[in-house]
């Protein structure tokens, strides 16, 4: 009995480990595996064989392991089952046509926000960025929009519980100075980051808030310094972004904060 | 020992099992979860706590079990490590722009095709389909293109071991008539299909050809019925589609069946 207690199944949780060992690899031999896995090459055996059988891993012709396309398949069905998407599409295309310019739904999951639609600019510059992609919350425009719809203490104890990599030279590593984009969000109704999770890219975003008046997610603008500076994308594009989440927030309500950090709904 | 041999890992095909009882469903309860996993009650009890420890599974406020954005992770590796999403997605955006229609990638697992990036008509009317849908080959213009790479028998020996669902009154079920249009495919360089799957949806597809000579996937165009022929998408769109799947080809190497329905390497 371990810290998970009885109940737990403990030959899942490394069977996703060898699934997991993929993150950032095309590709790896068995010796690689059980390295990335934490278990023994015997133990790399019967789960490659296992995950083989049911389809999710295949040997290439060098022998070695591959991620299937079949590893989609769990995910798909809860893009599949996500009512927000539905909902979201089409007030995404919607911006997406206004804008010109690259249009994302994400979704908060622990510390992070997980991109699960997008609506690419017509152009050739837009960032590869498949569905299902993670960035932390505390440098991500989307992130900030999230964060701020939350009483400022949870806010803060998801920043502080963060590693706060500097993924490019503008990333804010500083909690004070996050903190301080958290709350400029909350006043302006949507965040803003600079070039802080790749060079060259701008981002906006504000928040869909549900029905019970919490946040479900976030939309973002991304657009690239070549063509926008953030001045004009707040000026511009922030008044459509905001419309777009009040589309989309349930029941048609506008939602809008008072003096002690808290959403409100207002109008139907 | 049962027929998956000695190695074969049982609890790792019931957990995914359980995972997979998600498919069409939003939530379910732990009764209705332990029936459609086919597992006794209390392994579901054990499979559902594991899962919620390691963030696939969460409850919700009605106590009954969803997935979580987390199901996306191993899916995402994959379509990061996948090196035709990248070499295919500059062409795909061109392909897209130059004809204002949604444009697919696709490749092959079983009998289905599974999408994995998608660029979508600037317009509301597009269906809703997940990175990560899969589509019967038969019913496919995507599917036909890639059995129409494939040696004759082994792509018949697909779609006689293909359940042939009429997705619409349009879907062609009969093995001669699926196989006259895949060898129609085979013919002028990509495949067709009209309204057989979603009704009012017209699609062309053609096939990726990597490395070693053999199909990696498929590009497909798809219209609605409301702005175009099947006719007009196959004088005046498939020449473009043609070009940027040999653009995407392996090598910059121009392909072409022979008389034998093998492809053959030209230029470079």
Not at 41 to 47: N, V
Request: aromatic share 8%; hydrophobic share 45%; proline share 3%.
């Amino acid at each position: 009995m371990n810290e998970r207690g009885r109940l737990f199944v403990e030959s899942v949780e490394r069977g996703f480990a060898v699934l997991r060992a993929f993150q950032g690899r095309e590709s790896l031999s068995l010796a690689e595996l059980a390295v990335e896995a934490g278990i023994t090459k015997s133990a790399a055996q019967r789960f490659t064989h296992t995950f083989e059988m049911l389809g999710y891993l295949r040997k290439d012709a060098a022998k070695r392991w591959r991620l299937t396309p079949r590893t989609l398949e769990i995910g798909t069905f809860y893009l599949a089952s996500d009512p927000l998407i539905e909902r979201a599409n089409p007030h995404l295309v919607d911006l997406n046509h206004a804008c010109g310019e690259s249009v994302n739904l994400s979704e908060p999951d622990g510390t992070e926000m997980v991109y699960l639609a997008r609506f690419t600019a017509n152009r050739r510059s837009f960032i590869h960025m498949p569905i299902g992609t993670r960035i932390p919350m505390f440098c991500a425009a989307s992130g900030r929009a999230f964060l701020a719809t939350l009483p400022r203490e949870k806010a803060l104890a998801i920043i502080e519980r963060t590693a706060m990599t500097a993924f490019t030279a503008r990333t804010l590593t500083d909690v004070n100075a996050v903190m301080a984009k958290v709350d400029e969000a909350r006043e302006r109704g949507f965040a803003s980051a600079v070039e802080e999770f790749y060079v060259g890219d701008l981002n906006i975003a504000s928040a869909v808030i549900g029905a019970d008046g919490t946040a479900l997610g976030a939309v973002n603008i991304s657009c690239p310094t070549s063509r926008w500076s953030i001045e004009a994308m707040e000026a511009e594009l922030a008044p459509r972004l905001i419309e777009a989440v009040r589309s989309i927030s349930s029941g048609g309500y506008l939602v809008r904060q008072t003096n002690n950090n808290q959403w409100e709904r207002t109008g139907q």
